[in-house]
Each structure stands twice: as C-alpha cells, then as structure tokens.
C-alpha cells in the first residue's frame, strides 16, 4: 500500500512554497511536490501558447507513482483549483484534501447575485473594465504582473520587489497570465466540487472578501468540511508565514488519522 501527498503551487510561485509545511505527515504517506508546467527550466510557454488546466491536470497525473493506493491532494490559490479538478477525475483514489484558498473565480462570477458589495468590489478590482485582466494583448506583461502582484498582496509590492526577483518572476508571466484566465472561465459550478472525503478549507484573516467567500461558497456545499479561518495571514500566508499556518495541516492530517 502506498499513499502520496501531492502539494500543488500557486501562481508565481513553486514547490519551494511546500518545505516548511511537509511536517507530521501520516507514517506511510510520501510527499511530492511538482513543479506545474511553465516553471521548469526550460518548460517556459511561449507568449501566445493556448493552456488549460487539464493540461495542468495531465501533467500532474503523470507524475503519480504507478501503485499509488492512496492520494492526499494539497494546494494554494490556482494549485486548489487545479487539487479541486484531479480530484474530478475518474480513476484516482483520493482519500483527503487541504486547501488554502482556492480560486474559483469563474464560479464566484457566475453568480453575481451572491455576491456582497464588497466582494463585487474586489473583483472589479481584479478584472477591471472589460475584463482586461484576461486581455491577451497585455497578459503576461509587465503591467499585467504587477497588478496581479499587486492585488494578493498590497499596492506597491512589486514596486518594491528586488530586482532579481523580478528578472525571476517576468519569463513566468505568460504562464501567470494563463493560470489566470484558467480560474477565471474554467471552473465548474460550486456544486460541481462536491467531494465526499475529509476536506480542509483554510483561509487567512485577512484574505480578500472574494477570496474568502469561495472558501466558503466551497464549504456550503461542502457540509462536511472543516474550515480553518489562519490568524493574522492574507492570501500569501502559506508561502510568508507557514509556521502560522502549518497547525491547519497538522490537524488535517489528525483528521485524516482518525
């Protein structure tokens, strides 16, 4: 019997994000944590390069090991939309999810009357006039990645990012600009995400209204999910403060235990 935890990153990001959080996992349960497609050296898609999560999904797929008997599926931001779609898929053999603030935007958008004024207020703020957050004329640009940038963490941040980090982040930008577009049009309905397995929904504190009313949107129809509110945490808490976080997993994995 062999069980495999998989931990899928979030946007601009990378497996390095997973290391501190890889504690007290179940005896018998083996870690992976993949680069997504577009990450690698050499992986980079080119500007104009058509991508969609199932093939974020088939490129993940391939990289369970053969005999795998059991799947605990991790992941943050886009890696919990791409968590939510595997766990769709026919044939795996899912036995429990984490997830820190999956983003379902195209479900959250498909319905506007849920939404709160405040809520509709940040994903005004994320997509602007005319969906131009979705422009393939701009996406993946300078401009484009500081706004995205911007957005989940504060005004200013990419401003203040150090050079090298930018030169790191803009050859990812068209990659970032697909994830992107991905959570935007591709998801399902919420009640599409219905799983019957123990499920963790965390959020931080301080999240986006948008971003915490999919956790919860995801837990409506989820009755059985555990929802884990991080204190003191943002959307970015699981990759700027992991020791906040990590007793949401740890828990998870007691859960999952019993």
């Not at 809520?119 to 994320?126: I, M, N």
């Not at 200013?156 to 930008?173: C, E, I, N, Q, V």
């Not at 204190?231 to 949401?248: E, F, I, T, Y």
């Given at each position: ?9 979030s946007?601009?990001t ?8 890889l ?8 870690p ?8 690698a ?14 093939d ?7 990289l369970?090991p ?5 799947l ?30 999956p983003?379902l ?6 319905e506007?009357?849920?939404?709160s ?11 602007g006039?005319?969906?131009?957050m ?13 706004r ?11 401003a ?9 982040t803009?050859?990812l930008?068209w990659k970032?600009f ?20 123990p499920?963790t929904l965390?959020y931080g ?12 949107r995801?837990a ?6 555990k929802v884990?509110e991080?204190?003191?945490v ?15 997993l740890?828990?998870h994995?007691?859960?999952v235990?019993?």
């Amino acid at each position: 019997m062999s069980e495999v935890a998989l931990f899928i990153h979030s946007t601009a990001t990378g497996p390095f994000m997973w290391r501190p959080l890889l504690a007290d996992l179940p005896e018998g349960v083996t870690p992976l944590t993949p680069v997504n497609r577009g990450y690698a050296p050499g992986d980079a898609l080119s500007v104009g390069q058509a991508f969609s999560v199932q093939d974020e999904v088939a490129h993940l797929k391939a990289l369970i090991p053969p005999g795998t008997t059991g799947l605990h599926l991790g992941g943050h931001s886009y890696g919990g939309f791409v968590a939510l779609t595997l766990a769709k898929e026919a044939g795996l053999p899912v036995r429990s999810m984490w997830l820190y603030e999956p983003v379902l935007f195209g479900a959250l958008r498909a319905e506007p009357e849920r939404m709160s004024a405040d809520v509709a207020a940040h994903v005004e703020a994320l997509y602007g006039a005319a969906n131009s957050m979705l422009d393939e004329q701009t996406g993946g640009s300078e401009a484009w990645i500081e706004r995205f940038i911007d957005y989940w963490n504060q005004p200013g941040m990419w401003a203040s990012m150090p050079d090298k980090a930018k030169a790191m982040t803009r050859p990812l930008g068209w990659k970032m600009f697909r994830e992107v577009c991905s959570v935007s049009t591709e998801p399902q309905a919420f009640e599409h995400y219905q799983l019957p397995v123990p499920l963790t929904l965390a959020y931080g504190e301080h999240t986006t209204p948008a971003a915490k009313a999919m956790v919860m949107r995801l837990a409506e129809v989820n009755p059985h999910a555990k929802v884990d509110e991080v204190p003191g945490v943002g959307h970015m808490g699981v990759v700027g403060a992991p020791g906040v976080v990590l007793p949401s997993l740890k828990a998870h994995w007691a859960r999952v235990g019993a």
